[in-house]
């Protein structure tokens, strides 16, 4: 979920850390279990992490029966984030569990957690493999009577990883029915009958075959209504604001994309994908705007946003990108070639590869921005970058990150 990825889902139990009471070290100030649960205490809600979890260590082999310690280290390896301090955090889960195996919380945490890695997972085999752990711990823990709502949540986003969107909305109105007031849910429910709505939509041969349609408006109304339950129940909800401006704008609708995008980001500011939302947006409207003058403001915006991404997320190929088209609009050409470059440093498709390099290479011959074209695959024929740069690929960011978990700044 580092800057924490706030297109991920929240999991509120990770937020459980067993505390301790604070005992002073024994007058001789001998190093002891106590001292030193109580200096990792202090630590954490201080902000200091990464010396919490040194103290929460130490204080695991001064007193190796004690579960406590590891509890409170999955915790702190969760708000690191990464690939490394969420293996970490299962391992701690399995240490609480040689010490504790009856801890319910735990099952549904390591479940979580092992359905975060599998994310990670390029093997398709290995992948499953690892979701149908997930799954055994999910069931485990809800077999031992840990919250129905979010073992069946936490099942239905699993499903949703192995692709199995019915599953996975059969499990999803499992938890909303056992607990209505669920935002976290109400986004997965969205995100489920859109990606249904998706694939109709791109039926070549029959009905209904378009967002347009009488009967996908009719079925967008009941995504939205998810979305604004979602937002209604959560007070500051970036997911499922930034998720409802995604189907806007993959609906047409850009203006109001914008408004949501700039609510998401309101609500997190270091939401780099809401960042990047409001630029691309902006470059859409720029790309219809006849006026002159309206036309180089949509451009100005949709580049200082995307700046304000790639500060975020320096790694997005994407972003990147973006940034590069709205400089290259400027007429800033030397800059856009540079991020165009640094782009291809972090591009794996050969063929996009080819077609980036014919582009700069047009750039660096012509000295003009935006008056050559570049196919983009999958954009529907040749046009300009800048106008194909995202146009089928402005849901699969969110989507993709739907299906991760993130340390929630406060119980839900």
């Known amino acids: 979920m580092k800057p924490r990825q706030y297109i991920t889902l929240s999991i509120s139990l990770l937020t459980t850390v067993s505390l301790v009471s604070f005992q002073s070290a024994n007058a001789a100030g001998k190093e002891t279990y106590a001292h030193k649960m109580e200096i990792g205490q202090l630590l954490y809600f201080n902000g200091d992490i990464e010396r919490a979890i040194k103290n929460f260590v130490r204080a695991s082999e001064l007193n190796p029966k004690a579960f406590e310690p590891h509890l409170n280290l999955v915790n702190l390896y969760v708000q690191k984030g990464g690939d490394e301090g969420l293996t970490k955090a299962a391992q701690e889960c399995a240490e609480v569990l040689k010490l504790k195996p009856s801890n319910r919380e735990i099952h549904l945490i390591l479940g979580n957690l092992i359905r975060t890695q599998a994310s990670s997972e390029t093997d398709k085999d290995k992948m499953n493999a690892k979701l149908e752990e997930a799954l055994k711990e999910v069931q485990l823990a809800q077999d031992m009577g840990a919250p129905e709502a979010l073992c069946e949540n936490t099942i239905g986003l699993t499903l949703l990883q192995k692709g199995d969107m019915e599953g996975a909305l059969l499990h999803i109105d499992k938890a909303l029915k056992k607990q209505p007031n669920f935002p976290d849910a109400h986004l997965v429910k969205a995100v489920l009958l859109f990606k249904a709505i998706n694939k109709d939509a791109k039926g070549a041969d029959s009905a209904p075959g378009s967002l347009d349609s009488p009967e996908n408006k009719k079925k967008l109304n009941e995504v939205f209504a998810e979305l604004d339950l979602a937002i209604k129940q959560k007070e500051k909800n970036p997911e499922a604001h930034n998720t409802k401006a995604d189907i806007l ?20 500011p270091r939401y780099a994908q809401a960042w990047a939302g409001i630029g ?44 590069a088209v709205m400089l290259e609009k400027q007429g800033a050409v030397a800059d856009a070639i540079q991020e165009f470059q640094n782009g291809l440093l972090l591009e794996t498709d050969p063929m996009m590869k080819a077609q980036i390099q014919m582009h700069m290479q047009q750039l660096r011959r012509s000295g003009l921005g935006g008056s050559h074209t570049l196919g983009v695959p999958g954009a529907g024929g040749t046009s300009s970058i800048g106008d194909n740069m995202f146009i089928n690929g402005a849901l699969s960011v969110p989507f993709s990150s739907l299906i991760k978990i993130k340390q929630p700044k406060e119980k839900q």
């Not at 704008?249 to 997190?268: N, P, V």
């Open 280 to 323: 691309n947006a902006q470059a859409h409207m720029a790309g219809k705007a006849t006026d002159a003058d309206k036309k180089r403001e949509h451009i100005d915006h949709a580049k200082e946003a995307y700046d304000k991404a790639k500060r975020i997320k320096p790694t997005d190929k994407n972003i990147v990108y973006g940034l």
């Open 249 to 268: 704008f993959a609906a047409g609708k850009h203006d109001e994309a914008l408004e949501h995008y700039h609510k998401a980001a309101e609500h997190e």
